[in-house]
Antibody, heavy 123, light 108 residues
Framework: EVQLVESGGGLVQPGRSLRLSCTAS????????MSWVRQAPGKGLEWVGF??????????EYAASVKGRFTISRDDSKSIAYLQMNSLKTEDTAVYYC??????????????WGQGTLVTVSS | EIVLTQSPATLSLSPGERATLSCGAS???????LAWYQQKPGLAPRLLIY???SRATGIPDRFSGSGSGTDFTLTISRLEPEDFAVYYC?????????FGQGTKLEIK
């Protein structure tokens, strides 16, 4: 059974940093891209970014709203994906979902989601 | 960036009725790489439809998707009580893989 478990959320002040982790199980982690999607309270879904598998260069892509501030990385030996969030803004407050991406280098529909972790950016 | 616009924002229907939800794209979605998701309060979204018209595993056949290019539709043939939720479309043909703003399907 595929499982994605996020951790690391919490309350953080504007301008500070936070790192989220996503621990995966139930599939060969290194074969898949991993992505992050967020949802501000009472709002819709926003795609944050993803990281390809090593087979496709392990490269990353990001939404314009987070580019230059957020970094996605992966540790295939531990089956963990990370979302490093720097220079946080109040508008980054959201539930952050870890999702499984494509087996290939392109985009894909999201068939597996984590339970989400809440990040609150406030002074 | 491809902008997806969903309509209507809210749809009020009764169980047993047919629901038609629309998703319009600002540019053509390559290879019809469009998905539909259902989200209930407090839960992660669930994949319903991918590649515009293919049902995901375990999704009842009352859910169907259609469309290509810039116009896509999710149809629920006969609404069940558990279908009342928020629905999102997403394109994954061109990065960034954007979502629509959602349609809330509520009980009339």
């Amino acid at each position: 059974e595929v499982q994605l478990v996020e951790s690391g959320g919490g309350l953080v002040q504007p301008g500070r940093s936070l790192r989220l982790s996503c621990t995966a199980s139930g599939f060969t982690f290194g074969d898949y891209a991993m992505s992050w999607v967020r949802q501000a309270p009472g709002k819709g879904l926003e795609w944050v970014g993803f990281i390809r598998s090593k087979a496709y260069g392990g490269t990353t892509e990001y939404a314009a709203s987070v580019k230059g501030r957020f970094t996605i990385s992966r540790d295939d030996s531990k089956s963990i994906a990370y979302l490093q969030m720097n220079s946080l803004k109040t508008e980054d407050t959201a539930v952050y979902y870890c999702t499984r991406g494509s087996y290939y280098g392109s985009g894909s529909p999201v068939d597996y989601w984590g339970q989400g972790t809440l990040v609150t950016v406030s002074s | 960036e491809i902008v997806l616009t969903q309509s209507p924002a809210t749809l009020s229907l009764s169980p047993g009725e047919r629901a038609t939800l629309s998703c319009g794209a600002s540019q053509s979605v390559s290879s019809s790489y469009l998905a539909w998701y259902q989200q209930k309060p407090g839960l992660a979204p669930r994949l319903l439809i991918y590649d515009a018209s293919s049902r995901a595993t375990g999704i009842p056949d009352r859910f169907s998707g259609s469309g290509s290019g810039t116009d896509f539709t999710l149809t629920i043939s006969r609404l069940e009580p558990e279908d009342f939720a928020v629905y999102y479309c997403q394109q994954y043909g061109s990065s960034p893989y954007t979502f629509g703003q959602g349609t809330k399907l509520e009980i009339k």
